[in-house]
């Protein structure tokens, strides 16, 4: 990278402040046609104050590259601005120390090819005019950017222009191509300023401050020869025009009453000298410090000098006593009313009585009055006339009188100088005191203004605040009433509760005394259960006794049984005998002996069958007693877990 | 200052304190400043028939003849500044002088018709005041103020694309009003002075956002004042936004226009100052 380039800050982004320092300035323009280039150039030109400007390099590029680029990329303007892609150019002149740089931004035109331009602009070989109306613009300045972003097709242009180019010719990359991708687009720096062109007032920008014209000034009030305090005022002939520059008109008025006042001073001086007819016969009036050259300088050492071009003419020798005294008197009738303490204006009014009350049009007549050499010419009779004085009259007395007018002339000009060093002391002090005063208001103003905003700020907040709070008081509130609410159905609730359970105790009383009543009552029933318990134990021995019974009838049964089969088959055997001999008799006692053991048998039956019924009623009687001790045993272990609970509820 | 765009029920009693509007007066498609209201004689009620930043077609119109007047609420008021501004930048942009007009000195003889630096400080100087109107020390703006101020600017958008715009998304609609006015509103800030043009921008960001595009890059100047008008309204939600938005986005265009209306500020202020001390030597003459 050469010298020049390493001073772009940045070549990734739009905008030619990164081609710029910090310190620089960009002037900006949007351009919708070609006209008025000519202005542009002109603001800009008046603006760029630099030694090595070459302003006319800088205007033929101003208004060639913007022509050019103009009428070639964006024909029909105005016409589908959006759909075709063309917008107006954004022109943009930036300045710093080193360089001036003017770019144009604008999107691509369809016939516009970005890469290899800097080839094309190179070479000879340019086929397309548009490249060779590049080249001509590329020639014209020291160095070319060309910015295109791929994706939206915004192109940009810069040309440079080095103030001083002879320290970078060696290292200067001439054109300098950057095509960028969305990505790698970076945010413009910021310049010093930004200025839109329409914000330089045309007028004030071009009129040239340092033009003089003597034929317009009476008046010149210049500064002192330091350069600090150095105030030029230029008064011209229409007092408008004093308010214009900026000279204020009360100060020249109070300095033309001083001079009225010097005047009226120096000519009561003459006028008395006039009166007295003895004092000014036979002496010489010297008048030599009113005769020097053709003005009356009032020297001060302070920085205001009033130079007044004036004439004092020397009184003619011809003038008699006589005719001094007539003038002396006229002179006298005309500044007997400064004897009282008048104006400067009355005393214009007095030299030109028509003149209107307004003292701006009386300031400008007395101009006007000096100006043509009124005064001057008075002055000038009144130098001859002393002239002729002094040599006519030769009195000592006359001497020692002029001597005397003449302290009184030298005191009133000391007495003038440190008015007008008053004054102007005064002026600045005021002058100084509105500085201050302004500087002072505006910071109050600017104070005023951080203080409302925050204190906007806060309102906002407190607003916020008080919604906000306002909100939770609603919410309380609501809270609040819903607690009410609750105590108050808590309380009832409570009292509820407490009528309740003190019910409940009641009850609960009565039931533990049912309860112990009941308890009483089957305390004696598991008494009687117990006794019934120790009945079935009895009725247990009996069962016991009857199972024995049972069992040995039941064997009884069995070898009766057995007996029988045997007697069975005896009897079977016997009738076999019988059959074969005659056993009837022994066949009908066994027959008997048989019934008889049937009998027996069926006896003994029945009374198992009995035996065990009576068996199975008391197992009947044995399984309800026991559910029954259960029942008992249930119901004393409710009872007792019941009246815990009562007691433990009672307890809390 | 915010504007209510919900008001659908006011007092009946408040109807001498509005203002109206004959029916017949009112253009069909013109996007309302405020909500509209009809009078319910029977009810004795005014009922709104139509939110702000909407329209009539002509058939509603039509439909509304009968009510004879349209009434709006009093944010109307609020703007007043801006449609008037509005009209006045609009015939700045169409100003058409003639040699006479220069000859009578009407114009000053340097700034000829359609100098665009010209053209532009006066556009500037009209819109500037703008910031100031809600009362506040800060420059802030309400899009939605600004949207009135457009609408007086530009001509209106197509018909049949309002229609559909609206009837697709109400809130894309009123989002995109606010966005393109915007645009625009930012745009004349940097001297973008072409009626045409500003047109034209408008239509193309309305149309972009309803049907669809959510982005903008933010290569070109104008393409980065739409990008900061998206994300302002975006963020902002229709309710008044401060300058200093501008400056958190360090954009080449939003820089321009912070400098250029802090500029505008301070001769506003040293104006103020310097009449200030005209009249205190004034005073110190008449003494």
Redesign the interface.
Known sequence: MSNANSNFRSLKS??I?GILNEDSIVF??????S??LG??SD?LVFNIKNEHFDELRFRSLVNRSVLYFFHSYNKDI?SD??KKGS??I?FECGIDLEKVAIGL?F?KASNFQVEGILDKISSDDLKVELDKINKELDIESDQTVIRY?T??G?LEIIFILYFNIQVYSDDLKKSELVILN?EE?E??P?PR????????D??ITLTDKDLSDPSLSVFRVSGSDSVESQEEYRVVSDPSGVEKRGS?Q?KVKSLIKSFSSALSDAMKGIVNAGRSKSKLNNKKIEVSHLSEGRSLKINSTDSKKIILDTSLQPIEKESSNLILHEESKVLEKKFEKLDSGSSGDDFVKEIKPGIEKDLESEYGKLLNEIQTGGLEKLMMTLKDKSRVMIREISNPKVEIWMSEIRSRLITERARLAEMTKTLNSSVRIKEIE?RNK?AV??EE?KRK?VQ??QR?QVLSQNRENLSTLVKNIDKIKESMKNQTDQTNSENSSMKNKYLYAQKMLHVSREENLKLTRKLEEMKVQLNAASSLAQQQSVSSNEYSFLKDQHTRLQRKIEEHKKINIQVMEQLKSLKKEKSRAEVNHSADEMKKKMDSALRMNAMSRDQVEEMRKRIDQLQQKEAKMKAEILKMQNEIKRLVSSEKKRGSDQLK | MNIDLDLKKVQSGLINNLYSSKIEDIPPFFLMPVSVFVYLQANEKLVSVKRALDFFTPYELNKFKSFKYFYFSDDIKKSFPFSQSGLKVKSFLNLKVSIQDIKKKKISESHFPGDSYFLSQQIFRGIAPLWLESGSSCLEINPFLVSVFVNELCPSLEEEKLVMARERDVRSFEKAILISSLSIFLVLHLGYCNLKFLADLRSFVFYEIVFGKSSFDSTSEINELIYLSSVWIENSEFNSVQLSFLKKHKKKSAQKIISRLEKERVITLTKLVSSDRSMEIQKAKNV
């Open positions: 739009f905008g402040s900006y323009q949007t351009l919708f046609n006209s008025h202005k542009i603001l105005n601005l959006l917008r107006p954004l931004n999107s972003q994706q939206t915004v969305d687009s945010s413009s910021e300023e930004y200025i839109h062109l329409g914000d330089l045309f007028d204020s009360w509105f302004v208001l505006e103003i203004n409302l905003a906007n």
